[in-house]
Protein backbone atom coordinates (compact mmCIF):
# COMPACT_ATOMS: atom_id res chain seq x y z
CA UNK A 1 0.00 0.00 0.00
CA UNK A 2 2.53 2.44 0.60
CA UNK A 3 4.43 1.58 -2.41
CA UNK A 4 0.96 2.84 -4.51
CA UNK A 5 0.84 6.34 -1.99
CA UNK A 6 1.68 8.80 -4.20
CA UNK A 7 -0.02 7.33 -7.77
CA UNK A 8 -3.60 7.36 -9.03
CA UNK A 9 -5.08 3.86 -9.22
CA UNK A 10 -8.02 1.86 -10.50
CA UNK A 11 -10.58 0.01 -7.88
CA UNK A 12 -13.27 -0.77 -7.17
CA UNK A 13 -15.38 0.71 -4.15
CA UNK A 14 -18.44 -0.10 -2.73
CA UNK A 15 -20.48 1.96 -0.57
CA UNK A 16 -22.90 1.18 1.78
CA UNK A 17 -25.80 3.55 3.68
CA UNK A 18 -28.25 2.63 6.88
CA UNK A 19 -31.88 4.26 5.24
CA UNK A 20 -33.23 6.45 8.12
CA UNK A 21 -30.36 6.26 10.65
CA UNK A 22 -30.79 9.58 12.21
CA UNK A 23 -33.98 8.99 12.42
CA UNK A 24 -33.79 6.31 14.89
CA UNK A 25 -32.96 6.87 18.87
CA UNK A 26 -29.48 6.76 20.14
CA UNK A 27 -30.40 3.09 20.98
CA UNK A 28 -32.01 2.26 17.85
CA UNK A 29 -28.92 3.43 15.95
CA UNK A 30 -26.57 1.71 17.96
CA UNK A 31 -28.72 -1.52 17.59
CA UNK A 32 -28.47 -0.72 13.67
CA UNK A 33 -24.72 0.36 13.46
CA UNK A 34 -23.63 -2.78 15.44
CA UNK A 35 -25.36 -5.29 13.61
CA UNK A 36 -24.25 -3.02 10.34
CA UNK A 37 -20.53 -3.82 11.37
CA UNK A 38 -20.89 -7.89 12.25
CA UNK A 39 -22.26 -8.14 8.43
CA UNK A 40 -19.73 -6.28 6.91
CA UNK A 41 -16.72 -8.11 8.98
CA UNK A 42 -18.27 -11.60 7.79
CA UNK A 43 -18.50 -10.08 3.88
CA UNK A 44 -15.01 -9.05 3.62
CA UNK A 45 -13.27 -11.26 6.20
CA UNK A 46 -11.47 -12.61 3.29
CA UNK A 47 -10.09 -10.34 1.84
CA UNK A 48 -6.28 -9.33 3.17
CA UNK A 49 -5.65 -6.33 4.82
CA UNK A 50 -3.59 -4.78 2.92
CA UNK A 51 -6.34 -4.87 -0.35
CA UNK A 52 -8.94 -3.11 1.05
CA UNK A 53 -9.32 0.43 2.68
CA UNK A 54 -12.17 0.88 5.27
CA UNK A 55 -13.62 4.10 5.56
CA UNK A 56 -16.67 4.74 8.38
CA UNK A 57 -19.06 7.59 7.37
CA UNK A 58 -20.45 7.18 10.48
CA UNK A 59 -24.71 6.19 8.94
CA UNK A 60 -22.67 3.58 6.67
CA UNK A 61 -19.13 2.71 5.27
CA UNK A 62 -16.90 2.92 1.67
CA UNK A 63 -14.52 0.23 1.12
CA UNK A 64 -12.37 0.40 -1.38
CA UNK A 65 -10.85 -2.95 -3.20
CA UNK A 66 -7.25 -2.63 -3.91
CA UNK A 67 -6.71 -5.98 -5.33
CA UNK A 68 -9.60 -8.39 -7.25
CA UNK A 69 -12.50 -6.56 -8.73
CA UNK A 70 -14.51 -9.85 -8.06
CA UNK A 71 -13.86 -8.76 -3.92
CA UNK A 72 -16.62 -6.10 -4.46
CA UNK A 73 -19.08 -8.08 -6.13
CA UNK A 74 -19.24 -11.02 -3.69
CA UNK A 75 -18.92 -8.16 -0.58
CA UNK A 76 -22.36 -6.98 -1.61
CA UNK A 77 -23.91 -10.34 -1.88
CA UNK A 78 -22.68 -11.70 1.72
CA UNK A 79 -24.40 -8.49 2.72
CA UNK A 80 -27.61 -8.89 1.28
CA UNK A 81 -27.36 -12.30 2.14
CA UNK A 82 -26.94 -11.26 5.73
CA UNK A 83 -29.84 -8.89 5.75
CA UNK A 84 -32.54 -10.89 3.60
CA UNK A 85 -31.69 -13.91 6.53
CA UNK A 86 -31.32 -11.74 9.50
CA UNK A 87 -31.37 -8.24 9.17
CA UNK A 88 -36.00 -8.02 8.29
CA UNK A 89 -36.45 -10.39 11.22
CA UNK A 90 -34.73 -7.92 14.10
CA UNK A 91 -36.34 -4.89 15.34
CA UNK A 92 -35.44 -2.46 14.37
CA UNK A 93 -35.31 -4.00 10.51
CA UNK A 94 -32.02 -3.27 9.03
CA UNK A 95 -32.24 -1.47 5.96
CA UNK A 96 -29.31 -0.61 3.69
CA UNK A 97 -28.70 0.85 0.19
CA UNK A 98 -25.77 -0.39 -1.85
CA UNK A 99 -23.31 0.56 -4.40
CA UNK A 100 -20.60 -0.57 -6.20
CA UNK A 101 -18.79 1.64 -8.88
CA UNK A 102 -15.04 1.01 -10.79
CA UNK A 103 -12.89 4.46 -10.72
CA UNK A 104 -9.82 6.15 -10.13
CA UNK A 105 -8.80 6.86 -6.80
CA UNK A 106 -5.86 8.47 -4.72
CA UNK A 107 -4.48 7.25 -1.82
CA UNK A 108 -3.82 9.85 1.13
CA UNK A 109 -3.15 10.20 4.63
CA UNK A 110 -5.88 11.07 7.08
CA UNK A 111 -5.85 13.80 9.73
CA UNK A 112 -4.93 10.50 12.36
CA UNK A 113 -1.93 8.98 9.52
CA UNK A 114 -4.21 6.42 8.33
CA UNK A 115 -4.07 5.62 4.71
CA UNK A 116 -7.65 7.08 2.80
CA UNK A 117 -9.19 7.59 -0.36
CA UNK A 118 -10.16 10.56 -2.56
CA UNK A 119 -11.26 10.86 -6.10
CA UNK A 120 -13.82 10.20 -8.55
CA UNK A 121 -13.79 6.41 -7.73
CA UNK A 122 -15.26 6.97 -4.43
CA UNK A 123 -17.82 9.81 -5.45
CA UNK A 124 -20.03 7.89 -8.48
CA UNK A 125 -19.83 4.48 -6.12
CA UNK A 126 -21.72 7.06 -3.39
CA UNK A 127 -24.58 8.56 -6.05
CA UNK A 128 -24.62 4.75 -7.43
CA UNK A 129 -25.71 4.21 -3.72
CA UNK A 130 -28.15 7.17 -4.03
CA UNK A 131 -30.51 5.36 -6.74
CA UNK A 132 -30.89 2.20 -4.85
CA UNK A 133 -33.35 0.79 -2.96
CA UNK A 134 -33.70 -0.19 0.92
CA UNK A 135 -32.03 -3.98 0.35
CA UNK A 136 -30.94 -3.35 -3.44
CA UNK A 137 -27.38 -3.37 -5.07
CA UNK A 138 -26.64 -1.22 -8.16
CA UNK A 139 -23.42 -1.24 -9.85
CA UNK A 140 -22.16 1.48 -12.35
CA UNK A 141 -21.66 0.98 -16.35
CA UNK A 142 -17.58 0.59 -15.72
CA UNK A 143 -17.97 -2.04 -12.62
CA UNK A 144 -20.22 -3.44 -15.02
CA UNK A 145 -17.91 -3.76 -17.85
CA UNK A 146 -15.51 -5.10 -16.04
CA UNK A 147 -16.48 -7.72 -14.16
CA UNK A 148 -19.73 -8.92 -16.46
CA UNK A 149 -16.48 -10.24 -18.86
CA UNK A 150 -15.13 -12.69 -16.09
CA UNK A 151 -17.71 -15.32 -16.64
CA UNK A 152 -21.27 -15.81 -17.79
CA UNK A 153 -22.85 -16.64 -14.83
CA UNK A 154 -21.96 -12.77 -14.06
CA UNK A 155 -23.64 -11.44 -16.52
CA UNK A 156 -26.57 -12.92 -16.08
CA UNK A 157 -26.90 -11.65 -12.45
CA UNK A 158 -27.14 -7.80 -13.74
CA UNK A 159 -30.34 -6.27 -14.72
CA UNK A 160 -29.81 -2.76 -16.78
CA UNK A 161 -32.05 0.10 -14.83
CA UNK A 162 -31.74 3.04 -17.02
CA UNK A 163 -29.88 6.03 -16.64
CA UNK A 164 -30.16 8.44 -13.59
CA UNK A 165 -28.96 12.10 -13.16
CA UNK A 166 -27.38 13.28 -9.61
CA UNK A 167 -27.49 16.55 -8.03
CA UNK A 168 -24.89 17.57 -10.26
CA UNK A 169 -26.72 17.06 -13.46
CA UNK A 170 -24.16 13.82 -14.09
CA UNK A 171 -25.80 10.92 -15.92
CA UNK A 172 -25.02 7.42 -14.65
CA UNK A 173 -26.36 4.21 -16.02
CA UNK A 174 -26.07 1.96 -13.46
CA UNK A 175 -26.99 -1.92 -13.27
CA UNK A 176 -29.05 -3.67 -10.58
CA UNK A 177 -27.93 -7.70 -9.14
CA UNK A 178 -31.36 -8.76 -8.45
CA UNK A 179 -34.92 -6.14 -8.56
CA UNK A 180 -35.69 -3.36 -6.21
CA UNK A 181 -38.65 -5.86 -5.02
CA UNK A 182 -36.42 -8.84 -4.04
CA UNK A 183 -35.97 -7.42 -0.28
CA UNK A 184 -39.00 -5.93 0.76
CA UNK A 185 -40.59 -9.73 -0.79
CA UNK A 186 -38.49 -11.47 1.35
CA UNK A 187 -39.60 -8.52 4.51
CA UNK A 188 -43.03 -9.01 4.06
CA UNK A 189 -42.83 -13.48 3.22
CA UNK A 190 -41.39 -13.41 6.82
CA UNK A 191 -43.95 -11.04 8.18
CA UNK A 192 -46.85 -13.48 6.17
CA UNK A 193 -44.74 -16.77 7.78
CA UNK A 194 -45.07 -15.31 11.18
CA UNK A 195 -48.82 -14.69 10.88
CA UNK A 196 -49.38 -17.91 9.55
CA UNK A 197 -47.30 -19.34 12.18
CA UNK A 198 -49.90 -17.63 15.14
CA UNK A 199 -53.16 -17.70 13.32
CA UNK A 200 -55.70 -20.40 14.01
CA UNK A 201 -58.75 -21.12 12.13
CA UNK A 202 -60.06 -18.23 9.48
CA UNK A 203 -57.09 -15.65 10.19
CA UNK A 204 -55.03 -18.98 9.16
CA UNK A 205 -56.84 -19.53 5.58
CA UNK A 206 -56.30 -15.71 5.24
CA UNK A 207 -52.88 -15.44 5.45
CA UNK A 208 -52.41 -18.45 3.38
CA UNK A 209 -54.47 -16.53 0.53
CA UNK A 210 -52.33 -14.03 1.52
CA UNK A 211 -48.92 -15.15 0.60
CA UNK A 212 -50.22 -17.08 -2.48
CA UNK A 213 -51.63 -13.64 -3.93
CA UNK A 214 -48.10 -12.06 -3.00
CA UNK A 215 -46.25 -14.82 -4.73
CA UNK A 216 -48.70 -14.75 -8.06
CA UNK A 217 -47.94 -10.95 -8.20
CA UNK A 218 -44.41 -11.86 -7.86
CA UNK A 219 -44.10 -13.98 -10.61
CA UNK A 220 -46.15 -11.53 -12.44
CA UNK A 221 -44.02 -8.17 -11.93
CA UNK A 222 -40.90 -10.74 -12.86
CA UNK A 223 -42.43 -11.72 -16.37
CA UNK A 224 -43.14 -7.76 -16.74
CA UNK A 225 -39.30 -6.77 -16.08
CA UNK A 226 -38.24 -9.64 -18.34
CA UNK A 227 -40.42 -8.43 -21.18
CA UNK A 228 -39.17 -4.57 -20.22
CA UNK A 229 -35.79 -5.83 -20.28
CA UNK A 230 -35.79 -7.96 -24.11
CA UNK A 231 -37.23 -4.75 -25.49
CA UNK A 232 -34.29 -2.66 -24.20
CA UNK A 233 -32.27 -4.80 -25.37
CA UNK A 234 -33.62 -5.19 -28.93
CA UNK A 235 -32.21 -3.34 -31.81
CA UNK A 236 -34.61 0.10 -33.44
CA UNK A 237 -35.80 -2.80 -35.91
CA UNK A 238 -36.46 -5.67 -33.31
CA UNK A 239 -38.23 -3.18 -31.33
CA UNK A 240 -40.68 -1.01 -34.59
CA UNK A 241 -41.14 -5.00 -34.63
CA UNK A 242 -42.99 -5.59 -31.02
CA UNK A 243 -44.32 -2.48 -31.40
CA UNK A 244 -46.32 -3.29 -34.37
CA UNK A 245 -47.25 -6.97 -33.08
CA UNK A 246 -48.67 -5.50 -29.54
CA UNK A 247 -50.42 -3.05 -31.94
CA UNK A 248 -51.96 -5.63 -34.15
CA UNK A 249 -52.95 -7.34 -30.93
CA UNK A 250 -54.20 -4.47 -29.07
CA UNK A 251 -56.50 -3.65 -32.71
CA UNK A 252 -57.99 -7.24 -32.46
CA UNK A 253 -59.21 -7.14 -28.41
CA UNK A 254 -60.74 -3.71 -29.31
CA UNK A 255 -62.91 -4.54 -32.00
CA UNK A 256 -63.77 -8.20 -30.84
CA UNK A 257 -64.93 -6.25 -27.76
CA UNK A 258 -66.80 -3.75 -30.00
CA UNK A 259 -68.75 -6.40 -32.21
CA UNK A 260 -69.33 -8.18 -28.16
CA UNK A 261 -71.25 -4.72 -27.11
CA UNK A 262 -72.78 -4.10 -30.74
CA UNK A 263 -74.09 -7.53 -31.20
CA UNK A 264 -78.07 -6.88 -32.04
CA UNK A 265 -80.00 -8.77 -29.23
CA UNK A 266 -81.97 -11.83 -30.48
CA UNK A 267 -86.14 -11.38 -31.32
CA UNK A 268 -87.82 -13.46 -28.58
CA UNK A 269 -90.05 -16.29 -30.27
CA UNK A 270 -93.29 -16.30 -29.16
CA UNK A 271 -93.94 -20.03 -28.30
CA UNK A 272 -97.87 -20.89 -29.47
CA UNK A 273 -99.64 -23.66 -27.64
CA UNK A 274 -102.64 -25.65 -29.15
CA UNK A 275 -105.05 -26.61 -26.82
CA UNK A 276 -107.37 -29.62 -27.89
CA UNK A 277 -111.41 -29.37 -26.86
CA UNK A 278 -112.08 -31.33 -24.45
CA UNK A 279 -113.09 -35.15 -24.44
CA UNK A 280 -116.45 -36.26 -23.70
CA UNK A 281 -116.35 -38.74 -20.44
CA UNK A 282 -116.26 -42.41 -21.54
CA UNK A 283 -118.90 -44.45 -19.45
CA UNK A 284 -117.08 -47.77 -17.67
CA UNK A 285 -118.51 -50.68 -16.21
CA UNK A 286 -116.38 -52.48 -13.58
CA UNK A 287 -115.16 -55.20 -14.13
CA UNK A 288 -114.07 -58.09 -11.73
CA UNK A 289 -110.51 -58.33 -11.78
CA UNK A 290 -109.19 -61.86 -12.16
CA UNK A 291 -107.48 -63.80 -9.19
CA UNK A 292 -104.17 -62.73 -8.63
CA UNK A 293 -101.34 -65.42 -9.43
CA UNK A 294 -98.87 -65.90 -6.78
CA UNK A 295 -95.55 -63.72 -7.19
CA UNK A 296 -92.01 -65.90 -8.04
CA UNK A 297 -89.29 -65.48 -5.54
CA UNK A 298 -87.07 -63.03 -6.19
CA UNK A 299 -83.77 -64.41 -7.46
CA UNK A 300 -80.62 -63.19 -5.03
CA UNK A 301 -77.08 -62.64 -7.34
CA UNK A 302 -74.35 -62.72 -5.64
CA UNK A 303 -71.76 -60.45 -6.87
CA UNK A 304 -68.32 -61.88 -6.94
CA UNK A 305 -65.49 -60.91 -4.04
CA UNK A 306 -62.77 -60.23 -6.62
CA UNK A 307 -65.43 -57.17 -8.50
CA UNK A 308 -65.41 -55.78 -4.65
CA UNK A 309 -61.65 -55.95 -4.20
CA UNK A 310 -61.45 -53.95 -7.30
CA UNK A 311 -63.77 -51.35 -6.50
CA UNK A 312 -62.41 -50.80 -3.14
CA UNK A 313 -58.93 -50.12 -5.04
CA UNK A 314 -60.32 -47.88 -7.29
CA UNK A 315 -62.21 -45.65 -4.40
CA UNK A 316 -58.78 -45.78 -2.28
CA UNK A 317 -56.87 -44.72 -5.17
CA UNK A 318 -59.17 -41.63 -6.26
CA UNK A 319 -59.05 -40.54 -1.84
CA UNK A 320 -55.02 -40.87 -1.97
CA UNK A 321 -55.70 -38.46 -5.32
CA UNK A 322 -57.25 -36.07 -3.42
CA UNK A 323 -55.23 -35.93 -0.36
CA UNK A 324 -52.53 -35.53 -2.16
CA UNK A 325 -53.47 -32.29 -3.98
CA UNK A 326 -55.25 -30.66 -1.05
CA UNK A 327 -52.07 -29.13 0.57
CA UNK A 328 -51.07 -26.70 -2.37
CA UNK A 329 -47.37 -26.35 -3.57
CA UNK A 330 -44.36 -26.04 -1.18
CA UNK A 331 -41.83 -23.02 -1.12
CA UNK A 332 -38.05 -23.70 -0.76
CA UNK A 333 -36.00 -20.30 0.41
CA UNK A 334 -32.60 -20.30 -0.69
CA UNK A 335 -29.47 -18.17 0.62
CA UNK A 336 -26.48 -19.07 -1.48
CA UNK A 337 -22.88 -17.40 -0.73
CA UNK A 338 -21.30 -16.30 -2.73
CA UNK A 339 -23.57 -17.84 -5.44
CA UNK A 340 -24.68 -20.96 -7.28
CA UNK A 341 -26.64 -22.52 -10.05
CA UNK A 342 -30.04 -24.27 -8.80
CA UNK A 343 -30.50 -27.88 -10.33
CA UNK A 344 -33.98 -29.50 -9.55
CA UNK A 345 -34.28 -33.03 -10.43
CA UNK A 346 -31.51 -31.97 -12.96
CA UNK A 347 -33.49 -29.69 -14.35
CA UNK A 348 -31.92 -26.02 -13.95
CA UNK A 349 -33.74 -23.24 -12.28
CA UNK A 350 -31.57 -20.16 -12.47
CA UNK A 351 -28.84 -18.54 -10.41
CA UNK A 352 -28.88 -17.69 -6.60
CA UNK A 353 -28.68 -14.84 -5.96
CA UNK A 354 -31.20 -12.89 -7.48
CA UNK A 355 -33.07 -16.17 -7.26
CA UNK A 356 -34.61 -16.42 -3.90
CA UNK A 357 -37.43 -19.08 -3.78
CA UNK A 358 -38.75 -22.03 -5.43
CA UNK A 359 -41.83 -23.57 -5.92
CA UNK A 360 -42.34 -27.13 -5.53
CA UNK A 361 -44.59 -30.18 -5.53
CA UNK A 362 -44.69 -32.61 -2.45
CA UNK A 363 -42.68 -35.58 -3.00
CA UNK A 364 -38.89 -36.46 -2.58
CA UNK A 365 -36.65 -34.28 -4.85
CA UNK A 366 -32.76 -34.04 -5.77
CA UNK A 367 -31.23 -30.02 -5.16
CA UNK A 368 -28.03 -29.37 -6.51
CA UNK A 369 -26.02 -26.70 -6.00
CA UNK A 370 -23.45 -25.69 -8.15
CA UNK A 371 -20.62 -23.37 -8.35
CA UNK A 372 -17.55 -23.32 -11.06
CA UNK A 373 -14.78 -22.96 -8.49
CA UNK A 374 -16.55 -25.47 -5.82
CA UNK A 375 -17.44 -28.98 -5.44
CA UNK A 376 -20.98 -29.49 -6.57
CA UNK A 377 -23.73 -29.54 -3.19
CA UNK A 378 -26.05 -32.25 -3.26
CA UNK A 379 -29.15 -32.94 -1.13
CA UNK A 380 -32.04 -34.87 -1.15
CA UNK A 381 -35.06 -33.08 0.42
CA UNK A 382 -38.65 -34.72 1.29
CA UNK A 383 -41.55 -32.00 0.26
CA UNK A 384 -44.67 -32.00 2.43
CA UNK A 385 -47.78 -29.85 0.88
CA UNK A 386 -47.91 -26.42 1.87
CA UNK A 387 -44.32 -26.54 3.18
CA UNK A 388 -41.48 -24.13 3.49
CA UNK A 389 -38.26 -25.53 3.72
CA UNK A 390 -35.11 -23.45 3.82
CA UNK A 391 -31.53 -23.93 2.65
CA UNK A 392 -28.73 -22.43 2.98
CA UNK A 393 -24.97 -22.86 1.82
CA UNK A 394 -21.84 -21.43 1.71
CA UNK A 395 -19.44 -22.35 -1.07
CA UNK A 396 -15.77 -21.76 1.03
Not at 182 to 192: A, G, H, K, L, Y
Not at 355 to 377: C, D, K, W
Request: net charge positive; aromatic share 6%.
Amino acid sequence: MEQRGNKTIVCSVFFLDIVEYSKKSVSGQISLKERFNAFLSIAIRDVPVADRIILDTGDGAAISFLGDIEDALQAALSVRSSLLGEGVRMEPPLLVRMGVNLGPVRLVKDINGQPNIVGDGINVAQRVMGFADPGQILVSRSYYDAVSRLSQEYAGMFHYQGSRTDKHVREHEVYAIGYPGDFTTTQRSVEIEEEIEHAEGVQRLLALSKRYWYEFLRQAAGYERHAVAIFKRATAQQRAGIIAVGMLVLATSVLAVYKLAHQPEPVPVKEVVAVAPPAEPVKTVPQTPPAAEPAPAPKVVKQPPAEKKIQGVKESARIRTLEDTTGGPAVVSLAILPWGEIYLDGKKQGVSPPLMELQVVAGRHTLEIRNSTFPVYKQVIRVKPGANIKIRHSFK
